[in-house]
């Protein structure tokens, strides 16, 4: 009996161990039976190929942790030190060099795949350094007469313990790029900001002509390429741009060597094109076969235009005669009284100002190397992280701050792809070249794969100049990744901790420079022109953000992006002894743009919120409505119900997605990929291929750069413009135009809540 | 010891029974636990929600002989007595009842969804039947005298039997929509077939002058709108348009009501719109909020165009004067001696022709009705069958005969419905408004949902004049869809077996009036404008097909569509006693759409081929090179080395991803899904948003509708129209636009390659 007990219990043992193994065996065997070619028929047993479980796993949660974990500010440091240590203007040998640096850095951090693209575009550069003529302006003592003053062709080295670089000739002199050439003399007048209405003011208020005189106007305010294009238009005869310490200083706090503020031989480049892209190849990519557009038929400016620094300002502002300005004209260059002109004083009427520039155009390569991790579910959905790797100068600042967190960034990533982790999309590493003529490497590059694009790319993520100041994160972007953003901000240690702030979103918060917003989140500020991400956004309708971390701009309201801005001095001693030593807010940046990126590339259901864009739509639609405009249009009797309804239905649609995406099944392989599909490609939809009045290739209906600042955007441009046009030049037949854009604006909200809807 | 192998047995059998247990209860136990919202991690157990065995599911094979077996003639013949039964112009009553019937024709069999968009739109009708005055055109005895003859106000009954509507005041009176209106007088000029080489003859060749002059020009060749615009810009006050027998008639063949060819009294109306859409909001929906165009700046005919009858034409031609024609221009109306004019003869000198034109544009509303049978596994992806509703009279053939067919496809699809089968994907059916107006409700709708369109459309099958003969199917279509439409005419049974023919492809091969393609199977031919299919192609770039069963082109080389198009005489007894008795080519021609409107919806992986099309691009390449614009170019130095590099990059990427296909796991459902995106998006990489040279709407670089006659289409258009407009008028610089678009078409083929690559 107890043998029989213990048959009984062995043949129990037996039957559930059998049981145990069958149902493991039966569940596992099948289960990794991976990747047949043959496809289940409909009724016998299916299988759990490989490919499925990959599609419904959700993401490896250590990923985030190791990545904001990983980010190792020395090696920011070391990747700054190299990309600042030359001078590496577009087009330069340098500037290859550093491409191919890139590249070969980035298969060694373990991408797949790494590679220069090269596009033959319109740049432009001063003279060799051994030209006998160089840039200059100088003051005469008579018309054709001697030469009293001339300005500084070079800004002297000032540091001469690090700055063993600076006043090297092989930086370019500063010149402004695509300006005109030739020799002119001339009267000179002073026109402020060069902003549509200073040239208002001038020919209306105060009488005084521009024409045919060589104006002086202070940079700041807007984009220096707009105030040339106004003084051609006005008639100038050349333009000169210079830097007032009123906006490059502070009173009282030390210039460069000393301190981050604008020495007066310190001189902005910078270039005047208003477009976007390689001037002659509107549209199209700068391929080899490329139709080249006659250069007379670009509206590239004319007229000479030239920067110098307040130095070299004084010697002609400080003699100018006619009236004095108005307070908010003037400058703060010690001893000088600022006055319009035109000419100079009683002491010096005779004297003339000449402008001897010799800046040519020319034919030259642009070099981006992008660089790829493939996505292990869905390579064919691409988030691309890129900044410019060409500088006017040594560029410490502006890009290279942005590149050296880029490539740290990447180290990461490429370390655990060595480890056998994937992201589920395609993450795209990318250096743009020629960012600084026209946002040209990028834009060349958008439009050769605008049809890749507009089907795969999720999101564009832009880190240009990481750090100009220690204060907050300035951060901009279009509205559905406004939470994107708070998100990460909220993972991420804060560099300059105080009090009970822990995250950079807490200091962000608190120092929220746009007021918060109504969900108590700081403010995401919306997108203009003047970095890469514009031709991503507004050609190809990809939805993208920019970050930097920036000074406390209302305890130091200087118009400028920063003091020393495109000037010899962004040298690696610039930020490492003053913007940012130990690197620590550049590391911030690294974690914060890294995790952004994680985030899109790895989640199942993307965190893009089009509810947010909705709700953002409804405000730009309420603010016109209350605002000038829309008084301006009720009085014309030009309704607004239709956009009042569209910008409803963008709201209901926007509620009803959100509800669907909250309530959405993970294991529904295809239901996730068109709700995915839906949210990516909603962007999209705001862009309208007929593009805005008068330019074709901004094609973004809700925001723009502003035709009146590309630093600056308008929402509904359209509408904004052709407003302008009218109070610019009025006739009645335009209120026709303003008509058109009202019904495309209302259409293209209709189209981007149709996207959303139900999808049959 | 035996019970020690009776326990060893025992427990082997129990391990054995335990294993096999545990295998199937691990195997099918977590098989089919379905659709959970958990999802699962990564390590623990997978599960098999029912969304995955549905996205892997073969399609259920007996659909398609179902649908073929379905197909019933007497429910055609039924459908197109229906829709026959009333003349429908658009903007009709008619129109709308018979677009609600369709609506509820369609929720009745068994779509998910239906519904009527309407579109308010600018079109053109001739006086009301009591007005007092009637278009019409009169010989006059002298300048301002009497009237001599006047053209027949209406077609009159002819067979008493069954034209019992015909000739009811219902139905338009002859017109040409969009004619200018006026009355106006002159001397005749007679322009062959209006075409830009006929003004060219007159002008250079024969020195006479068409300015001032009243065009009469007889139908066929080309586009009417073209004619109307080539004779608005040659200086015509006016333009008549007659159906001349010898373009209309087989001699010894009986006309209508004997037969099928076109009597002495019938009359062509039709559009003179060049455009496509509604002329007053180009480029966008014409919804409620649409801008639209001040009708001035549209550009439409400013002359006024009337279209007769040869009995009518007779009365003109037959006393006109100058020189006897060359026999090329001469066509068949008894007893007439073809003249050049000007004016008439010694005889009838005097005799002066006037033109009353009281043709007027009125706002109207535009209905499609949409019917959705809603995807199982892919609802956002779009397979889209349409034709147009509106019709110039009863419209039994044009476009009853397709619509008849359409609902027949709906019929049966809608009837698997009803017994719980879906397709994987949605299939759409769309009966268009306004189609002879100029294509105006497909292309409103086009541009209201392009952005949705754009992601999701797989393919647009237009039926309109489903069967103008019974000699073989004629066949136009991208050529991604060459190959769908072999295979499904493969399945066909054949309307007209004879000897070894068994299916319709059988006959269409050996009937081939192209002329066979290389690998042997019946040419399909390309895409011009003409029917709905053209803003789906042109301006959304979505692959489309166009049908229809035809006549022997070769036996009887008519230059007409068919004799009795857009007259009165277009009635049921036409098709139901000589075109198609019994309807078996209705039938073939609804089994033909159906099957290849089932393939492309329920197919894993699409039956879209690259390949092929990569072919047919290397092929209208080697035309190009080798004809007469390849031997202008190489004269001009104008190199095609580039488009010969685009045109090998597409072979090759094309043929990769064939075998990607190839290879494909279908369990794989991402790896599927992004085949099909490549494989559906390919033909949207052949639209540039910027359009054809002046048209910017037109936007398929490899395919358009000719600019000098909108039935017929051009390959590489831009290049096409930039040549001839040198050739039209010389100037030097106009190369620059032949290089420009040289560029075009050579980068847009590299981004076509582009977008089959590997997609990381």
Redesign the interface.
């Known amino acids: 009996m107890a ?1 029989g007990k213990v ?1 009984f219990a ?2 129990v043992v ?15 065997v ?2 990794p039976a991976a ?8 009724s016998s ?5 490989k ?3 990959d ?4 993401p ?1 949660s250590s990923i985030s942790g190791r990545l904001i974990n990983g980010i190792n500010p020395d090696k920011i440091r070391e990747n700054l030190e190299y990309l600042s240590a030359k001078s590496h203007v577009a087009g330069s040998a340098v500037s290859l060099e550093q491409a191919e640096w890139i590249r070969d850095s980035w298969l060694e951090q373990g991408l ?1 795949k790494a590679e220069l693209t090269t596009y033959n575009v319109l740049l432009s550069y001063p003279p060799e350094k051994n030209d006998s003529q160089q840039n200059r302006i100088e003051l005469l003592t008579s018309s054709g007469g001697a030469v009293e003053f001339t300005t500084q062709l070079r800004e002297p080295p000032l540091d001469p313990d690090t700055d063993t670089p600076v006043g090297d000739l092989d930086i370019l002199a500063p010149f402004n790029a695509y300006s005109g050439s030739g020799e002119i003399e001339g009267d000179i007048v002073y026109v402020n900001y060069g902003r549509v209405e200073d040239f208002h003011k001038l020919e209306r208020e105060l009488n005084i002509s521009v024409i045919g005189k060589i104006c002086i106007a202070r940079y700041g305010k807007i984009f220096r390429g707009t105030k040339a294009a106004f003084a051609e238009k006005s008639g100038c005869l050349g333009l000169i741009l210079y830097s007032d310490p009123l906006d490059y200083t502070v009173a009282g706090e030390p210039v460069y060597p000393d301190g981050i503020y604008l020495p007066g031989t310190g001189t902005q480049r910078g270039t005047l094109m208003s477009g976007t892209g390689d001037p002659l190849t509107p ?3 700068a ?5 080249r557009t ?1 250069i007379n038929e670009t509206n590239l400016p004319n007229i000479p235009v030239h920067p110098i620094g307040y130095n070299d300002a004084a010697h002609f502002l400080g003699i100018m005669g006619g009236e004095e300005t108005s307070s908010d004209w003037a400058g703060s260059i010690s001893n000088v009284t600022y006055r319009y002109g035109p000419g100079f004083n009683a002491t010096n009427q005779d004297k003339k100002v000449a402008m001897r520039i010799f800046t040519e155009n020319r034919m030259a390569n642009a070099y981006n190397t992008i660089g ?1 991790i ?2 292990s ?4 959905r ?1 988030v691309i992280i890129g900044n410019h790797r060409d500088a006017w100068g040594y560029g410490a600042v502006d890009p290279s701050s942005g590149t050296a967190c880029m490539m740290e960034i990447s180290r990461l990533f490429g370390s655990f792809v060595k480890d056998g982790w994937r992201p589920r999309r ?1 993450i795209m590493f990318a250096s743009w070249g020629a960012e600084e003529y026209g946002l040209i490497g990028s834009n060349e590059w958008v439009e ?5 694009l507009g ?2 790319a999720v999101a564009y993520l832009n880190v240009d100049t990481a750090v100009i100041g220690t204060y907050t994160l300035g951060a901009f972007g279009t509205p559905n990744l406004h939470k994107t953003v708070h998100q990460a901000a909220q993972k991420i240690p804060d560099p300059n901790p105080e009090g009970k702030r822990m995250t950079v979103y807490d200091t962000w918060k608190e120092r929220d420079f746009f007021g918060n917003t109504v969900d108590g989140n700081p403010t995401v500020g919306d997108l203009g022109s003047g970095s890469d991400y514009a031709s991503f956004l507004q050609l190809a309708g990809i939805s993208a953000i920019d970050l930097r971390y920036t000074f406390d701009r209302i305890s130091t309201p200087i118009p400028a992006f920063y003091p020393l801005y495109h000037s010899v001095y962004e040298t690696f001693t610039l930020v490492d002894r003053y913007l940012d030593p130990g690197f620590k807010y550049h590391k911030a940046m690294s974690q914060l743009m890294g995790e952004i990126a994680r985030n899109l590339a790895e989640s ?1 259901l993307l965190p893009m919120d089009v509810g947010v864009y909705a709700e953002y739509v409804m405000g730009y639609y309420e603010n016109l409505r209350q605002g000038n405009i829309g008084q301006r249009l009720t009085q014309e009797g030009i309704s607004l119900v ?2 009042q ?2 910008v409803n239905e963008l709201s209901e649609a926007a509620n009803a997605f959100v509800r669907r995406v909250d309530a959405a ?7 996730v ?2 709700l995915n ?2 949210m990516h ?1 909603f962007e ?2 705001f862009i309208d ?2 593009g805005l009045p008068g330019r ?1 290739f901004v ?1 973004h209906i809700v925001f723009a750069p502003s035709s009146r600042d590309a630093y600056s955007n308008d929402k509904f441009p359209g509408i904004v413009d052709t407003m302008f046009d009218i109070d610019n030049n009025p006739d009645p037949e335009k209120w ?1 135009h303003v ?2 854009q ?3 604006a ?2 293209t909200i ?3 809540a ?2 959303l809807l ?3």
Chains 1, 2 share one sequence.
């Open positions: 043998s048959v062995v043949s037996l039957l559930v161990v059998g049981l145990v193994v069958g149902i493991l065996l039966g569940h596992y099948t289960a990747g047949g070619n043959k496809p289940p028929s409909g047993e299916p299988t759990v190929p490919s499925y479980q599609a419904v796993r959700k490896d797949d549209g199209y990519p391929i080899d076969s490329a139709y006659p790829t493939r996505g579910v869905e390579p064919d691409y395609t050769e794969y605008i049809q890749k089907g795969r199942i239709y956009m309804d569209a099944d993970r294991t529904d392989v295809l239901q990929r068109m599909d839906q490609r999209r939809a291929p007929q074709p094609r026709n008509k058109k009202l019904s495309v209302i259409f209709k189209s981007a149709s996207v139900e999808v049959a």
